[in-house]
C-alpha cells in the first residue's frame, strides 16, 4: 500500500501562487508515476499534471499548461504541484495520486484550494 498525503491549499487571490506538497510513504517503490487531480463542485475529478519519479516526464492539461508545474523530490518522496496565475476556474480540491504500472491506485484525501476575485 501507498499512503499520500496532501498540504499547502488554501485560499489566494486571483494571480497569486500557491504550492502543494504530497508526502508518500509505504510502498512508493511500486510506483511509476505521480499525479495531480482536481474536482470542482458539482463536476467531475480532472487531470492536472503527472510526473514520473525520475523527473524526466511531465505532462499537463492545457488548461494549466504554462502555469503549473509539478515536481519531486525523490530523496524525500515528496511530490509538488507549483501554481502561478491562478484563476477562478482553479478552485478545487486537489489530490495527489500515485500510479501502479497500470493506473493511479492511490490517492490521498485532498486539499483544498480556493481562489478570490
Known amino acids: 500500500q501507498v499512503q499520500l498525503v496532501e498540504s499547502g491549499g488554501g485560499l489566494v487571490q486571483v494571480g497569486g501562487s500557491l504550492r502543494l506538497s504530497c508526502a508518500a510513504s509505504?510502498?512508493?517503490?511500486?510506483?511509476?508515476?505521480m499525479g495531480w487531480f482536481r474536482q470542482a463542485p458539482g463536476k467531475e475529478r480532472e487531470f492536472v499534471a503527472t510526473i514520473n519519479w525520475s523527473g524526466t516526464g511531465t505532462y499537463y492539461a492545457d488548461s494549466v499548461k504554462g502555469r503549473f508545474t509539478i515536481s519531486t523530490d525523490n530523496a524525500k518522496n515528496m511530490v509538488y504541484l507549483q501554481m502561478n496565475s491562478l484563476k477562478p476556474d482553479d478552485a478545487a480540491v486537489y489530490y495527489c495520486a500515485a500510479r501502479d504500472i497500470s493506473v493511479f491506485r492511490y490517492w490521498g484525501q485532498g486539499t483544498q484550494v480556493t481562489v478570490s476575485s
Open positions: 509505504g510502498r512508493t517503490g511500486s510506483t511509476y508515476a
